[in-house]
């Protein structure tokens, strides 16, 4: 199972939007509603961000959104903050019933 | 609330086995199932696989299918993950999540797995 591709890196300024993709096939993105999105920082645990495409758990940033077409699902932070400069990774369900994350997107807050 | 606990550092010679402990508690322990991610210095996140503690059925990808063994012990409500035959290329922190849906939302603090001669 191949990694889930992702862009390497993504910037924008405080207060901005930007979106980071993540790019699968029907096997697993296109396949399933089971994509998910993790924050980390460096030296820490990920965080979970989005569950089941578009789903934010308790406690996370309504800034934070999900959602896909096709084989791409795609994470997008508005209002984009300080805080939120980390690596961001994706993870979806295969069709063997295993999981593949992406290759993780480093963000960037100018 | 939930806590994944996991055991301490280890230092291992090429070759060798290393076996990663994950208690967990806040939660009924057999209806979830525990996922096992690694992170190989300055690199990103592997899935390696999961257990079912209730039934104790695994699945994992496949370039782990061969050396590496999940178990579970219900009674103390603890996963393990052992790797074997290590290389350098298994120097990673290995981290124990549980899995809710499709979202991993409890993780456990990690564990440093160094593979050195």
């Known amino acids: 199972q191949s990694a889930l591709t992702q862009p390497a890196s993504v910037s924008g300024s405080p207060g901005q939007s930007i979106t980071i993709s993540c790019t699968g096939t029907?096997?697993?993105?296109?396949?399933?509603?089971?994509v998910s999105w993790y924050q980390q920082h460096p030296g820490k645990v990920p965080k979970l961000m989005i569950y089941?495409?578009?789903n934010r758990p308790s406690g996370v940033s309504n800034r934070f959104s999900g959602s896909k077409s096709g084989n791409t699902a795609s994470l997008t932070i508005s209002g984009l903050q300080a805080e939120d400069e980390a690596d961001y990774y994706c993870?979806?369900?295969?069709?063997?019933?295993?999981?593949?994350f992406g290759t993780g997107t480093k963000v960037t807050v100018l | 609330q939930v806590q994944l606990v996991q055991s301490g550092t280890e230092v291992k010679k090429p070759g060798a086995s290393v076996k990663v402990s994950c208690k967990a508690s806040?939660?009924?322990?057999?209806?979830?199932?525990i996922h096992w991610v690694r992170q190989a210095p300055g690199q990103g996140l592997e899935w390696m696989g999961w257990i079912y503690p209730k039934s104790g059925d695994t699945n994992q990808a496949q370039k782990f299918q061969d050396y590496v063994t999940m178990t579970r012990d219900t009674s103390i409500s603890t996963v393990y993950m052992e790797v074997s035959r290590l290389t350098s290329a298994d120097t990673a922190v290995y981290y124990c999540?549980?899995?809710?849906?499709?979202?991993?939302?409890?993780w456990g603090q990690g564990t440093l797995v160094t593979v050195s001669s």
């Open positions: 993870t979806s369900k295969t069709n063997t019933a295993s999981y593949v």
């Open positions: 806040g939660y009924t322990f057999t209806d979830y199932n």
């Open positions: 029907r096997s697993d993105v296109g396949g399933y509603n089971y």
């Open positions: 089941d495409v578009t």
């Open positions: 999540t549980r899995g809710v849906s499709s979202g991993y939302p409890d």
